[in-house]
Structure formats: C-alpha cells, structure tokens
C-alpha cells in the first residue's frame, strides 16, 4: 500500500452470487457496510450504474458521518463508485471492488485511492485497513447466511 491508495483483500466463505447480492439489495447492503459496532441509516438507495446510495454512517459513540456512494458502473461482480460525504465541493475517493469465484468460495478485492497521499495518510492513521477488513467480515457472515 503507498501512493494514493489501499487494496483490501478477502476469502469468503460463500458462492459469489450470495456476496453479489449483499452489494445490490438495498436491503442487505445496510446491514453489514461499516466496521463493528457501526450502523447506516438509508436516506435514498439506488443500485445501478448511474445511481447512489445516501446514508449516515453511526459510530458507536453516537459520532454521524454522511455518506455517499455514486455509482459509475455495476455490472456482474464488479462496482466502481465515487465515495464522499455528500458535499459537491469535495473531491471523492474512487472505489473498485471486484468478486471472483473461487470454488465455493469468492474472493473479494476492494481498492479505495484517495484524491491525494495526504488523505490516504490521514485515513490510515484514523485506521481505515483494519476498519476495512472489519466490514469486510460482517460482510463474510452475512453472504453465509443468506
């Protein structure tokens, strides 16, 4: 990890088409996106290419971050979308997550580069890789249930 960016890698103990639809039901996607002890609260939710998710990411002081994801393309295993707080002047970091079949299994790609090296030291230090890697297993226990 240097430069802008931070990969995020994960085996998964469920076929893909399960984890795919953790990403695309507006049902799902809430109930596992963000670290332990985290919550989000839907505003406005549209999965497609062209669309958005709006919501308020809770921590678990009570501490609200707004969120938005604008999705510029989702298509079979693959979504791209700009991340930001909601506010137009900021610049977005730009997510790629990618699924691919591993037997039984899926593997989970998900890279975030950020607009500068500034913003991925920052986000870093406030511990966002293994913030990361606690999303990706509420996701990993979620797609095993469904």
Same mark, same amino acid.
């Given at each position: 990890?240097?430069?802008?960016?931070?990969?995020?890698?994960?085996?998964?103990?469920?076929?893909?088409?399960?984890?795919?639809?953790?990403? /695309?039901?507006?049902?799902? &996607?809430?109930?596992?996106? $963000? !670290? +332990? %002890?985290?919550?989000?609260?839907?505003?406005?939710?549209?999965?497609? /290419?062209?669309?958005?998710? &709006?919501?308020?990411?809770? $921590? !678990? +002081? %009570?501490?609200?971050?707004?969120?938005?994801?604008?999705?510029?393309?989702?298509?079979?295993?693959?979504?791209?979308?700009?991340?930001?707080?909601?506010?137009?002047?900021?610049?977005?970091?730009?997510?790629?997550?990618?699924?691919?079949?591993?037997?039984?299994?899926?593997?989970?790609?998900?890279?975030?580069?950020?607009?500068?090296?500034?913003?991925?030291?920052?986000?870093?230090?406030?511990?966002?890789?293994?913030?990361?890697?606690?999303?990706?297993?509420?996701?990993?226990?979620?797609?095993?249930?469904?």
């Amino acid at each position: 990890m240097s430069g802008r960016s931070i990969a995020l890698s994960r085996l998964i103990a469920a076929p893909v088409a399960k984890v795919w639809r953790c990403w /695309t039901d507006p049902a799902l &996607l809430p109930q596992w996106f $963000g !670290p +332990d %002890g985290y919550s989000c609260r839907t505003h406005d939710i549209d999965l497609r /290419t062209g669309g958005h998710w &709006l919501f308020d990411m809770t $921590g !678990p +002081d %009570g501490k609200v971050w707004p969120n938005r994801h604008r999705y510029t393309r989702m298509e079979a295993y693959q979504i791209d979308f700009l991340l930001d707080s909601g506010a137009d002047d900021e610049s977005p970091n730009e997510v790629v997550m990618t699924l691919t079949a591993n037997g039984d299994a899926t593997r989970i790609r998900y890279e975030m580069t950020f607009p500068s090296p500034a913003a991925r030291a920052m986000a870093v230090g406030f511990g966002a890789v293994e913030l990361g890697h606690q999303t990706l297993g509420k996701l990993a226990v979620l797609a095993a249930k469904i």
